[in-house]
């Protein structure tokens, strides 16, 4: 672990830890979130057959920092009839939802903030702790626009959560334990041994898994989805219709912290697939680093494959956001009551006939 | 000695930290004009009208209600699921004498409605209830 040996160099825990976590912070987190809203830009202009941003630097690459500059200068305003502590507090609670779940993320065998052995249900956990902030945020807006988009998300990220649980359930029962540094490093360095494929079991049962293990993945990424807000189920922040949702009211900083906080989301959703069902950080096809036997080599490229995977699911979520309209309010209930819910238990029965074989 | 817990609360410290230090470098090169029209609640550009802080809808409670039950059960399930491999058969069958339970009780919430979102019903009147109303109120033509 490298927090271990910073520890060590350094002689202080704390500040080591304090390093530790300022790496997925600064290095990781802020620049991709700053990109994210780039490539969401571009994106959309490409399934719009438009160009996108292309003034600010080369191919409109710098044109997100220019945003955020921007938004720092701004004016912050508070509304005159806001519930003003509350106002200021909720962007602290929305950020902290999300950035507790990086803290059990394993971005590569030598870099996991903190090892904990509940890990998978930790990040479910924490990651609705975000809704507390988003109710705090709609109510003290004292905006009608705001109070709908905070209650309406409210409903939507509590009731998809039991179906994510429950296609995660279903995959914990054939993994058997909840630390997500584990749970990739049993997905060993060939693709076939991934959970999605049936993980690196043998003969029939691996073969009879990849379709439950297929039908859970799709469950937990439709259910996630409409956790993080994205469309199809956006109802929250439908803006032809809310406004902005529940961020109505914010300006200037305090809005771009609800905005990191949403990639951020993006991210954690794709990163807890991508460890659970595509082998975590471990590369497809064996590592490099092995091959020419430099082993200083292979966690940076454990990194790497965790990030390129994550991030292709974060790309596919951008993708349906510009593919699909959204949901009514009484139909998005309805998927998750009446559709996700039932097939989660099926499957959930299907993998624990299968593992007993 | 900094427990694996310890290492989650100096992420939820960092976290707080930097929330603020954005805050603190807007609040220092930020402009401040506040004006009645800026401190205004948001209505598309209308004075508001009334307060937001309502009596709120009660199929937000409904689905408040059966969430709870959903998300208590499926914690209890995870430790269930963790050791399911190793108990074979007998796990099998404690597991799913509770997902039964579990099951049932959707069933029952199915069958009474409460997972439909209920929407308002608009009952088009047919010609000769309009005819009558017009007589009733206008006499007849």
């Known amino acids: ?357 | 000695m900094l427990t694996e817990f310890g290492k989650i609360l100096i992420f939820l410290i960092l976290a707080i930290i930097f929330v603020a230090l954005a805050f603190i470098v807007n609040r220092i090169i930020r402009p401040q004009k506040p004006t009645r029209e800026k401190l205004m609640t948001y209505e598309c550009g209308e004075n508001p009208i009334g307060s937001p802080w309502i009596k709120f809808n009660v199929r937000f409670y409904v689905v408040a209600l059966i969430f709870l039950l959903f998300d208590v059960e499926i914690t209890l399930l995870i430790p269930w699921a963790l050791v399911y491999r190793e108990f074979g058969l007998y796990g099998f069958l404690v597991g799913f004498l509770f997902l039964f339970i579990l099951i049932l009780g959707m069933l029952y919430e199915w069958r009474k409605g409460d997972l439909d979102w209920v929407k308002p019903e608009v009952k088009p009147k047919d010609l000769k209830t309009v005819m009558k109303e017009f007589e009733e109120q206008y006499g007849k033509s």
């Open chain 1, 1 to 357: 672990m490298i927090s271990d040996q910073l520890a060590e160099i350094l002689g202080n825990k704390i500040i080591a830890y304090l390093i530790t976590a300022a790496i997925p912070l600064f290095l990781f987190l802020v620049p991709y979130a700053l990109y994210a809203v780039y490539a969401e830009r571009k994106v959309s202009a490409f399934m719009q057959d438009r160009i996108g941003p292309n003034r600010v630097g080369p191919k409109g690459l710098l044109q997100t920092i220019a945003d955020i500059l921007k938004l720092i200068q701004k004016e912050d305003i508070i509304p005159k009839s806001a519930d003003k502590p509350i106002f200021v507090m909720a962007p602290y609670v929305v950020f902290m939802g999300t950035f507790a779940a990086f803290a059990a993320i394993p971005f590569s065998s030598v870099f996991i903030g903190s090892n904990i052995n509940l890990g998978v249900f930790y990040i479910m956990a924490v990651s609705s702790f975000s809704v507390i902030g988003i109710l705090m945020a709609g109510w003290a807006g004292n905006n009608k626009y705001s109070l709908y988009g905070a209650m309406r998300s409210v409903a939507q990220i509590v009731s998809y959560e039991v179906p994510a649980l429950l296609a995660i359930v279903s995959a914990v029962m054939v993994i058997g334990t909840l630390n997500l540094n584990e749970i990739s490093e049993m997905q060993t360095a060939r693709f076939w041994n991934w959970w999605i494929f049936g993980g690196p079991l043998q003969g029939i049962q691996k073969f009879l898994l990849i379709v439950p293990m297929l039908v859970a993945f799709v469950i937990f990424f439709v259910a996630s989805l409409a956790e993080v807000n994205r469309t199809p189920f956006d109802i929250p922040e439908a803006e032809s219709e809310l406004v902005a949702g529940f961020h109505t009211e914010y300006t200037g900083m305090k809005f771009a912290i609800f905005f990191l906080a949403e990639y951020g989301n993006m991210f954690v959703v794709s990163a807890i697939s991508t460890a659970i069902f595509f082998g975590g950080w471990q590369s497809p096809f064996g590592y490099l680093g092995n091959s020419f036997s430099i082993p200083l080599l292979v966690p940076i490229e454990q990194v790497f494959w965790f990030l390129f995977k994550s991030l292709s699911l974060v790309l596919v979520q951008m993708w349906l956001r510009w593919t699909l309209p959204r949901l009514r309010v009484d139909q998005l209930m309805a998927v998750c009551w009446k559709y996700l819910t039932p097939y989660a238990f099926v499957n959930l029965v299907l993998i624990g006939i299968i593992s007993l074989i």
